[in-house]
């Protein structure tokens, strides 16, 4: 204590008046917090490891320099067991939630922002807190690798598997240790894995902004560990739908650091957390069964059951580990007992549903004589204040004015100033410091509520600008981030204006259609209770398997026939809103084929100038469909084709450009060329993919409602240039039968 006053007197350069002990927490490092002559308090901690003690001031100093939220360290005593760090005051984000934990879940709108800001500030961390970072300095190992790995899952073993009398062979077990081991260490590991990320190890302040705490045990690894390990963090009962919603609120932030595969993310999500969750029962069996503490013992439970829904929701992939983890959860000792829902202790009133959700048929919120003309363009502007506001072409009066000064301006630094926002030493030098993205997390909020709800009312133009001192620097940085983060998400077309440097630029309509309103026929009896789009294969729909593939290569705005069990469609998107803006094309009076289904969403389609992607909801592939569309924009029709062997080929000349169709078995051939040597022609099977330009929606005027977009393409091919596309390698698989779902689940797994 002598030293700890010491170190305190040297920074303070007086004694201290008081030294109040803090509460524990699970290591054996003490905190005091200390108090001078003035107000102003400093936290005192006292260590037994040097090499933790050094790892968590490396840290807090190389965070504060990239002004992340954590506590910093304000002096070190000369042995390294002592160090004073700022005060972050005595509230916990545990703390602050314990209303709604004690009700089981019941979280209120406070509570749920608070979770909302702790995950969305999850990434910064992750991938900024990496950048420059010594791993060397972390404690007690640099990065996550085998030996931990195997350490703790031999720790779940020991610690609690064996306490429960479970009969095991020890040989299978292990064999299945090693495929997780193996599966884990595959995930990319580049960022700062905080490891024991939990809501006691974030503290807030006056205003309700997180910090982070104890990230002193952190090393390089998944990012998905961390979500893991909060998310399922076993006293805090978060419902599904609490958890999803902060999925999508950390997933959205990382995106503005790094390429994210959903796919593979949510692969290892559950990898991490089948990892974490063995992990901490291995510690509650050590605390509660051999260490006797009650505190752990209380924690089985709610552990038990997220290992429990984990199991049932495939979450476990290794057959013997899966079987032996089953038998555990069905132990008499770990039955769940019925949990009544339970009131606010604390009187806040929760939602936990809706009270009432809209119909259709309802209208929207509000009218206005604007309302239905879409499609919706968006306008962004970057300007200099000194030159005025730009003017609204639109006489709509303008739309969001921002101002950028308030954030750290690169033009005052001489290799920057003869720079702009689009070059990379003025957006490393932004992204690096931190305050922009601090900045434009506001903004992207503003900005997606209210494109979404223009798309929503159809209303034509939006207008957003960016204002610095001089338009060259923090306002052409925004602006440009903004209209790709709008064009991404929801694919509608946006015209960028960098006005004081002469810069331009469209970003065309992304959209797609998706065939789904079919009868499913092949597939029965399935298809006798449910839509062919929600026929399950490797554990989503088939409508997600596409809408996930689409929007992957940034196509956000999608359109769905319907039909067959329209209403189960219609209601899984409203649940699974998948990010993206989702329209139908209401088939339900009749089944109008796939040329019909077309000319039948022709209006939702049309402003698509540039063309749109149409994919059928039971074609599986590898196709690069980022690679495709930029091919296919060439042309007003592009047909995704095979080598693949079967009876009935498309036929293409020397070029590519389709000429005809045959069945290689009955010998019929179908051309508009009478003269058309079918053996000079390239066979191709078409893929159920294809691309087509606007341009083609007046030939519909020469067909009935309902009839075949090959027939379509045939008939008009001698009018019309219409192309095939061959990707080398492709993998396709048609989901056509009942007895070919095991086929795709295993085929699934191969793209």
Not at 140 to 148: I, S, Y
Not at 658 to 669: R, S, Y
Request: charged share 20%.
């Amino acid at each position: 204590m002598e030293q700890l006053l010491q170190l305190y007197k040297s920074y303070a350069h007086e004694n201290a008046l008081s030294c109040t002990p803090l509460p524990g927490a699970g290591s054996n490092r003490k905190y005091y917090r200390l108090r001078g002559s003035s107000a102003k308090t400093v936290v005192g901690v006292v260590g037994t490891s040097r090499d933790e003690n050094h790892a968590f001031c490396y840290l807090s100093q190389h965070f504060s320099e990239r002004r992340l939220p954590v506590p910093k360290v304000l002096a070190v005593s000369s042995d390294g067991l002592r160090y004073l760090q700022t005060d972050l005051g005595d509230l916990t984000l545990f703390q602050a939630l314990e209303g709604g934990r004690l009700a089981h879940g019941r979280y209120n709108q406070h509570e749920r922002q608070l979770l909302r800001n702790t995950m969305a500030l999850l990434p910064s961390i992750q991938i900024r807190g990496a950048r420059g970072l010594d791993f060397s300095n972390c404690y007690p190992q640099e990065g996550l690798d085998a030996t931990n790995v195997l350490f703790d899952l031999n720790y779940f073993k020991y610690c609690f598997l064996k306490a429960t009398g479970l009969d095991f062979h020890e040989l299978k077990l292990e064999a299945s240790f090693q495929l997780l081991v193996k599966d884990i260490l595959s995930l990319p590991a580049d960022a700062f894995m905080y490891r024991d990320f939990q809501a006691r190890n974030v503290m807030l302040d006056a205003n309700n902004n997180p910090y982070f705490i104890d990230f002193q045990g952190g090393r390089r690894g998944p990012v998905q560990y961390d979500v893991a390990s909060f998310l399922w963090q076993a006293s805090a009962n978060y419902p599904d739908v609490l958890r999803q919603e902060l999925i999508s609120v950390y997933l959205k932030h990382l995106k503005l650091y790094v390429e994210v595969n959903e796919k593979e993310f949510y692969r290892g999500l559950r990898l991490c957390l089948l990892f974490r969750l063995l992990q901490v029962l291995g510690a509650y069996g050590f605390r509660g069964y051999f260490e006797r503490k009650s505190h752990f013992l209380n924690s089985i439970p709610p552990a038990m059951r997220n290992l429990r829904q984990l199991l049932d929701d495939g979450g476990c992939p290794y057959p013997y580990l899966h079987d032996v983890l089953s038998r555990m959860v069905d132990l008499p000792q770990f039955q769940p007992e019925e949990e009544k829902p339970q009131p606010r202790a604390d009187g806040y009133r929760t939602a936990p549903s809706t009270p009432y959700t809209a119909h259709p048929q309802d209208g929207p919120a509000t009218f206005s004589k604007y309302d239905g003309r879409g499609p919706l363009v968006v306008n962004v502007w970057s300007f200099s204040f000194r030159k005025g506001i730009p003017a609204d072409p639109s006489g709509n009066g303008g739309g969001y004015v921002f101002d950028c000064r308030s954030t750290h301006n690169p033009g005052r630094y001489e290799p920057y100033k003869n720079l702009t926002g689009l070059d990379e030493p003025v957006i490393r030098f932004l992204e690096d410091d931190g305050e922009i993205l601090t900045f434009l997390e506001s903004v992207y909020r503003l900005a997606d509520a209210h494109v979404l709800r223009y798309i929503q009312r159809g209303f034509t133009s939006l207008m957003f600008c960016f204002g610095c001192t001089g338009g060259q620097h923090r306002s052409v940085y925004s602006a440009q981030h903004l209209a790709e983060h709008i064009h991404n998400k929801f694919g509608v077309e946006v015209h960028v204006h960098h006005r004081e440097q002469g810069v331009e630029q469209i970003l065309s309509p992304v959209r797609a259609m998706i065939f789904a309103a079919g009868l499913g026929t092949r597939l029965k009896p399935l298809t006798n209770s449910m839509p062919k789009a929600l026929v399950p294969v490797d554990g989503k729909p088939l409508l997600q398997h596409q809408l996930e593939k689409i929007r992957s290569f940034g196509c956000r705005d999608v359109v769905i026939n319907v039909h067959h069990f329209a209403d189960m469609i219609e209601q899984w998107v409203k649940n699974n809103p998948m990010d993206m803006s989702i329209r139908f094309s209401d088939e339900r009076a009749e089944l109008l084929d796939t040329g019909g289904g077309i000319k039948h969403a022709a209006s939702m389609l049309e402003g698509a100038s540039d063309g749109f992607l149409i994919h059928n909801v039971d074609i599986l592939s590898n196709v690069d469909l980022r690679q495709f569309v930029q091919a296919a924009s060439l042309h007003d029709a592009t047909l995704l084709v095979s080598e693949r062997s079967t009876q009935r080929y498309l036929l293409f000349d020397e070029d590519l450009r389709l000429v005809g169709w045959t069945n290689v078995v009955t010998g019929q051939v179908r051309s508009p060329y009478p003269d058309l040597d079918v053996s000079k022609c390239n066979k191709l099977a078409f893929a159920g993919v294809h691309y087509m330009k606007p341009t083609l929606f007046g030939y519909f005027d020469e067909w009935p409602l309902k009839f075949g977009i090959i027939d379509f393409y045939l008939k008009i091919c001698d009018r019309v240039p219409i192309y095939g596309y061959v990707q080398p390698g492709l993998k396709i698989m048609d989901v056509g039968k009942s007895d070919t779902l095991q086929q795709a689940d295993r085929f699934v797994e191969t793209l």
